[in-house]
């Protein structure tokens, strides 16, 4: 790789690609990034593959095989140099030792593909921002406030979108006042930490004897839980592109056959089908994707990101969540949606890189 003398025109862009990362989430992170990696264009980018440890955290410039990126091979002295960001704004891009002293590699942009805590929550976008990094994707604040459903459904309701009926929990709670909620709410409900992602700590609760230990399991995955009514009906989703004109993919459908779309059922489809485009009627699409629009702009979204909602029996339609880093594997939601609407996975990452680094 070429230093930072190497900025003349005619040179191909330079794109950083993060991913792993402190997050149970890691996983997923290694396939979607793998799939960015696979099918971004090498005549035009020149890739800097940046790996982020899962128990460290340490950042590693990676030069290894891609193919030992899924499958968890790519952490070795051998392909690894260790990375930092660089401080100083007019790089624009990262930093490592090697023999002689230190070396900077400035950045185009960055494209994190980190999903849950440590990446998708506006931690990793705000380091970006404070060197001067051009961030494909979601910033600071839209990320922070994606991650956060009690906040992202206050933006959301004061937007004119309906949102289910909450109830947040700190550490200390009162047992019993949490069931005196609870029963206002009515059986079955959800209880959620109020920052992960894949649905990691969510469980239905079909019961008052189920409410305690439901809450506990999910204060192991954040400091403040949500307590949340559920909505009858299925969950409906938007892959939404874009700044100022959006493009907005196929609506798509979640059919299940029991339970929820937890975080097996959203990487097996043990029970439960994807169907794009959604069954529902056209009309109602365009009203889902026109609900899509205003969450994503309340938020302040930037580039792309996957609004879900809830679509209950009687036509309402109510928000879920935003997914400011929506899986990314050419079998995911997000990337499924647009392909129904005509946009290949190449294209898709082309028009992302494109929107942040001009064509």
Known sequence: MDDNKMTENGRKKRIAILFGGCS????????????????MDTERYEQVLIGISRQSGQWYL???????????????????????VCTDRTVHGICYQEAGGTRMVSLDAAFPILHGKNGEDGTVQGVLELAAIPVIGCGLLSSAVGMDK??????????????AE?????????????????????YPLFVKPVRAGSSFGITRVCA???????????????????????????????????????????????GLSEGFF?????????????YVPARIPHEKAEE????????????????????????????????????????????SRYPGMMKEAGISFKELIERLITMEVGA
């Open 288 to 331: 889902i994707r026109h609900m899509a629009a205003v969450i994503y702009r309340a938020l302040k979204c930037r580039d792309f990101a996957r609004v879900d909602m809830f679509l209950t029996p009687e036509g309402k339609i109510y928000f879920n969540e935003v997914n400011t880093i929506p899986g990314f594997t050419a079998h």
């Open 150 to 163: 009690e906040l992202s459904h206050r933006i959301a309701a004061a937007a004119g979108v309906p949102v």
């Open 208 to 254: 008052e004897e189920e409410l305690i230990p439901a809450v506990e399991s999910a204060f192991e995955h954040d400091s403040e839980v949500v307590m949340e009514e559920q909505i009858s009906g299925f969950e409906v989703g938007c892959a939404v592109l874009g700044n100022g004109e959006l493009f907005i993919g196929e609506v798509d459908e979640i």
């Open 24 to 39: 149970t989430e890691y996983e997923v992170s290694l396939q979607s990034a793998h799939a960015v990696i696979e099918n």
């Open 166 to 186: 909450t109830v947040t929990v700190t550490r200390p709670y009162d047992a019993q006042e949490m069931r005196k909620c609870a029963r206002r709410l009515k």
């Open 262 to 274: 937890n975080y097996e059922e959203k990487y097996t489809l043990k029970t439960s089908n994807i």
């Open 62 to 84: 990676y030069k290894g095989n891609i193919d030992d990126i899924p499958e968890n091979r790519w952490l070795n002295d051998k392909t690894c140099t260790p990375v930092w």
